[in-house]
Every structure is written in structure tokens, then in C-alpha cells.
């Protein structure tokens, strides 16, 4: 949004919350968007996710001409995956027996749910969750790495949009990341090392010859103050993270 915004010559007003990465921010405000940090919990909901849709609501009602995008509840973030898996259906011609895919916003699982589901495929939809989030009916917990999860659940979630749910703790997260990078060399961020992990959870499960496919949906290099730092690895998670 920030890139667009900037493109587009329209100002970009940013509300993040303490738990932002370092790199996130440096590169919001690189590309000119106004930053708002809430640094304190909603006083009822007891998260800072509400505190910051709470700020977010104030800036629209005091800002003539405002517009808030709203992913948590906007139906085009679904639509727009909902292209996603047309695009793994065609280069797979459809045999596709499982597909891994991580959940905060619910845009992508609610995306490729639809088209799978009116599709009729019979693809196995595992959604992958962060220990500490709220959307499969966990309870809160505080959660280190951003990109997946939440503290509340998303309108465009809907019961049934899964076929199974596995939820990931940070060091798992980690352990995915880096496994992916020696394994694969593919530099990725940490709702894909939930999603690398959430496979090896769930292996056991899948039939011998079965095609799975897992959506990695972000970089690396966001989270190199991190998870792939060791001294915030150390500090935070102990360490001893083998892969």
C-alpha cells in the first residue's frame, strides 16, 4: 500500500503497532507513509490489534475523504486469491491433494477455499495459525514473529473455510525459515517457515504420492533483525533451534 500510495501521489496514513519489525517500518516510511504507532493494549479487548483498528476508526471519522482499507473484512482481498488458486489449478491441471496456507487476515484461505470449494475440487485445505492466536477458537497469547495470525477473529472467516488447522509457535516459525533457506535456498519470511513447519507437523498424515502444494507468501529480508538474527533468536526463543 505504501508503494501504490506513493506511485499514485495519494497520502498513506499507517497504523502499526509496537510488535512492527524494524524493517517493516524502515521501509514504510522510505516510501513517505505517515506512520501512527500505538504502543498501548485496547482497554476492553486487551490487544493491540483493537487499539489500532480503534485509532484507525478515529482517523477516518476526523479525515475528510479518508478511506480505510480494512483487510480483515474487505471481500476483494479474498477475490484477489480466489486468483491465487485459479493459478495453481492450471499449472497443476487440478491435482492438487493438499494446500498449506497460513491465516491472519483469512484473505488467502478464504480465497482459494471458494474456488476450490466452487470448483469441486477435492483439494485438502490445511490452514496454518500462530500458538497465541484467537481465529480457530485458541486462546490469546503473546506472539513474537508478525505475518501470521490474530487477536481477533476476521470477518471474512467463516467456519468451514479448512479441512484441518494446525497452529505454529515462533520457534517453529524460526526452524521453518531457516530449514527452507538450507534446504531450498529460498529466503523467506515467517508466515512461510509456519507453513514449512506446519507440513512436517502434518506429514504423516499425507498419502505416499500425494501433491501438496504450500503458498510462501513473504521475504526474508524483513525479518533479518529476527528471525534470522542470532542474538534476537538467542535472547527470545532460547536458542537451539536445529534444522
Not at 493438499?98 to 474456488?115: H, I, K, M, N, Q
Request: net charge neutral; hydrophobic share 40%; proline share 4%.
Amino acid at each position: 500500500m505504501a508503494q501504490v500510495c506513493s506511485h499514485l501521489g495519494v497520502r498513506f496514513l499507517c497504523v502499526v503497532d509496537t510488535g512492527i519489525t524494524p524493517a517493516n517500518l524502515a521501509v514504510l516510511k522510505a516510501y513517505g507513509a505517515q506512520v501512527e504507532m500505538v504502543d498501548k493494549p485496547d482497554p476492553v479487548a486487551g490487544n493491540l490489534l483493537a487499539a489500532r483498528i480503534a485509532r484507525v476508526r478515529e482517523l477516518c471519522a476526523a479525515i475528510t475523504d479518508s478511506f480505510w482499507i480494512n483487510q480483515y473484512a474487505n471481500e476483494t482481498n479474498a477475490l484477489a486469491h480466489r486468483q491465487t488458486m485459479g493459478e495453481i489449478d492450471q499449472a497443476l491441471s487440478g491435482q492438487i491433494d493438499y494446500l498449506f496456507v497460513a491465516t491472519s487476515t483469512c484473505g488467502t484461505l478464504r480465497g482459494c477455499s471458494d474456488y476450490a470449494r466452487h470448483q469441486g475440487m477435492k483439494t485438502r485445505i490445511v490452514a496454518v495459525d500462530a500458538v497465541g492466536s484467537v481465529i480457530f477458537g485458541y486462546p490469546p497469547r503473546k506472539r513474537l514473529i508478525p505475518g501470521h495470525g490474530a487477536s481477533r477473529v476476521p470477518e471474512l472467516y467463516r467456519p468451514g473455510l479448512e479441512d484441518a488447522h494446525i497452529n505454529v509457535t515462533d520457534g517453529e516459525c524460526v526452524w521453518g525459515c531457516r530449514r527452507l533457506l538450507r534446504t531450498e535456498a529460498i529466503f523467506a519470511g515467517g508466515s512461510s517457515g509456519a507453513v514449512i513447519a506446519a507440513i512436517g507437523r502434518y506429514r504423516e498424515q499425507i498419502e505416499p504420492g500425494s501433491t501438496c502444494v504450500a503458498i510462501l507468501c513473504d521475504r526474508g529480508d524483513r525479518y533479518l533483525d529476527t528471525i534470522y538474527s542470532e542474538s534476537w533468536v538467542n535472547e527470545n526463543l532460547g536458542g537451539g533451534l536445529n534444522t
